[in-house]
């Protein structure tokens, strides 16, 4: 492979993740606006969460999600 290739690939794929970031940015922002609102009906603390979730093992990450228009926490 080329030395031109290779900096016409690297151009493209460069290319192509800052278009699908551009798309991506009003949908994450709305969904950032959904969460904040449901958050307020969040029924037990992330803390809590993780703390139950540590009977079935150790948990790595956990975060508040919308799926559906329901709260989930997912752990």
């Known amino acids: 492979m080329t030395n031109i ?24 922002d709305k969904e950032k606006a959904v969460l904040a609102g449901a958050l307020t009906q969040a029924k037990i603390p992330l803390q809590q969460g993780v703390h139950a979730s540590a009977k079935e093992g150790k948990p790595i990450s956990a975060k508040y999600e919308v799926e559906d228009g329901q709260l989930q926490l997912s752990v």
């Open 5 to 28: 290739s290779v900096t016409t690939g690297l151009f493209f794929a460069a290319w192509l993740v800052a278009a699908s970031v551009g798309q991506a940015q009003p949908h994450d």
